[in-house]
């Protein structure tokens, strides 16, 4: 499969309508039945079977009938609206080549309207810590809105988060643009990973910047968590940038001590392989902060002084709650942990998912992604639980995404920025509506999933028509 963005130039409005009318049921279903999507999306003119055909031909969705008919969305489809979402938003218009890979992301460049390169980096969280976050079910179990798409959104918003506060805070790393859904879009970094560098001009001062880095980072309360050679970048001036954030810690988490000199292991290690430094000496100043080391040189985390509330403070003012942070420590640590004292080679590159939709998507050649005007103005859902659209359509929305369980922040200050209080009685009935629909797809009951594939198992005839009659007030 690839990530052939030219698919998205011929993509209609209807195309994109139902492909997020699938994004929103999933916030309640991990499979979305048809119907739903038919509801959600109301096109005009009817079709929604049809366009799901043609969305599961692009492998945009994937139907599932194990349990009953229905859709859910691929990482492709999720990637599109992402992109385009961001090409409405006028962030950039065209996408490049693929030029990083990582343990869960792929990156790929950019262009602007004036011709700016930057960098975005697509998070496929599940890619190989995918075992890990089955393993913490039983935590999952209660949460309906769990799924890769919810946790890769996550990690882009909390790599968001900290990629802005740690550049306001002066450390070496991209600028954070903008964010939507599992999408980051930063700056392009010129230069490369520093394990493709075989050759350095000044080893010790870039030894001492990048331990420099990670003493800096626990004074402001933060360790990296996978501070190795693949996330820092180094350019032909030797000047040294980090890179990837989503598992990156409080210097609180119980486990802190173990991270941090981890961190601070894999950077001796790879300096005395790579450029056979050896580290007698004690650094007693590395990059202008002086700390204590112990008798290998090793910097002493608790010899830190560490600046209190820097996680908690610059992520709540982003958006990305306290609450948000332990789903995610939750669902990866095991992922963490399991890398624990592992080479980098083979927690990076190797182990990905068996899946070989997910490993496949590559961009070849660059490719325009100018927009249709008519395309523009289709159903435009930002995955931040915004949508532009008639009144209809978001009371739709609004009451199949509603429930404190699976409505998040944002979609809650959206909530409350337009709805008033007319609307709030209106709202109140609408989810009543919502709850009892959604209970009685869960009953068990199957539902159609195409014209062409269905199948009366008995009793569904009435049930659809029950359907329609609590869905008709909508
Ligand atoms: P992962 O979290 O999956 O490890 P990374 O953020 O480390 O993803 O990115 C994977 C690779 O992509 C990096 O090793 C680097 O080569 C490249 N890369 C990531 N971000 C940028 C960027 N802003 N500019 C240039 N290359 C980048
Ligand atoms: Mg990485």
């Known amino acids: 499969m690839k990530l052939n963005v030219d698919v998205l130039r011929y993509l209609s409005k209807d195309d994109f309508r139902v492909l997020t009318a699938v994004e929103m049921g999933m ?3 991990e499979i979305v039945p048809a119907e739903l999507v038919d509801r959600i999306a109301s096109l005009k003119h009817g079709g929604t079977y049809k366009v799901l055909k043609n969305l599961l031909k692009h492998k945009l969705l994937h139907h599932d009938s194990s349990k009953y008919d229905g859709f859910r969305l691929t990482y492709l489809g999720y990637d599109f609206l992402a992109i385009k979402t961001m090409v409405n938003r006028g962030v950039f218009m065209a996408v490049g080549r693929q030029i990083g890979v990582g343990k869960e992301s792929d990156i790929f460049e950019v262009a602007t309207e004036d011709g700016t390169i930057l960098a975005i980096k697509l998070h496929r969280l599940g890619r190989v810590s995918f075992r890990a976050v089955k393993s913490k079910r039983d935590y999952l179990r209660h949460r309906t809105s769990y799924s890769w798409l919810y946790l890769s959104r996550l990690a882009a918003i909390k790599e968001f988060a900290f990629m802005k506060a740690l ?3 002066g450390f070496p790393v991209p600028r954070a643009v903008d964010c939507n859904r599992h999408c980051v879009v930063m700056s392009l970094v ?4 520093l394990v493709q560098v075989k050759e350095l001009q000044n080893p010790e001062t870039v030894f001492e910047r990048i331990v420099g880095l990670v003493v800096r980072l626990a004074e402001h309360g933060l360790i990296h968590c996978d501070f190795n050679e693949f996330n820092i970048m180094i350019d032909d001036d030797e000047k040294v940038t980090m890179i990837d954030f989503p598992q990156m810690v409080s210097v609180d988490h119980r486990n802190a001590q173990m991270y941090f000199d981890r961190d601070v292991e894999c950077i001796f290690k790879f300096f005395s392989k790579r450029f056979n430094m050896s580290f007698q000496e ?3 100043d590395i990059d202008g902060s002086e700390v204590d080391t112990d008798e290998s040189g090793r910097p002493r985390f608790s010899s830190i002084e560490k600046g209190a509330g820097f996680l908690d403070k610059e992520l709540a003012a982003s958006g990305f709650t306290r609450k948000d942070q332990e789903d995610m420590e939750k669902c990866i640590e095991g992922g963490i942990e399991k890398d624990a004292g592992s080479g980098e080679e083979e927690s990076e590159g190797g182990g990905h998912s068996s899946d070989s939709e997910l490993n496949e ?4 050649g660059v490719v325009s992604l100018q927009l249709q005007e008519q395309e523009e103005q289709t159903l435009n859902c930002d995955g931040e639980g915004r949508v532009e659209e008639n009144q209809q359509n978001s009371e739709v929305r609004q009451s199949q995404t509603s429930g404190p369980e699976t ?3 944002s979609d809650k200050e959206e909530d409350n920025q337009t709805m008033n209080d007319d609307d709030a009685e209106l709202m109140k009935r609408l989810r009543k509506q919502n709850r009892r629909a959604i209970a009685s ?4 009951r199957k539902t159609v999933a195409s014209r ?6 008995g009793g569904k005839s009435s049930h659809n028509s029950k359907m329609q009659k609590q869905l008709s007030g909508w």
């Not at 062409?452 to 198992?457: A, H, I």
Request: proline letters at 3%; aromatic letters at 10%.
């Open 27 to 29: 916030r309640n279903h």
């Open 167 to 169: 550049e306001e805070h």
């Open 190 to 193: 010129q230069g490369y990973p």
């Open 282 to 284: 004690s650094l007693d």
């Open 361 to 364: 998507s590559y961009i070849s």
């Open 407 to 409: 409505q998040d922040a």
């Open 441 to 444: 797809v869960r009953g068990g």
């Open 452 to 457: 062409n594939s269905y199948k009366d198992k």
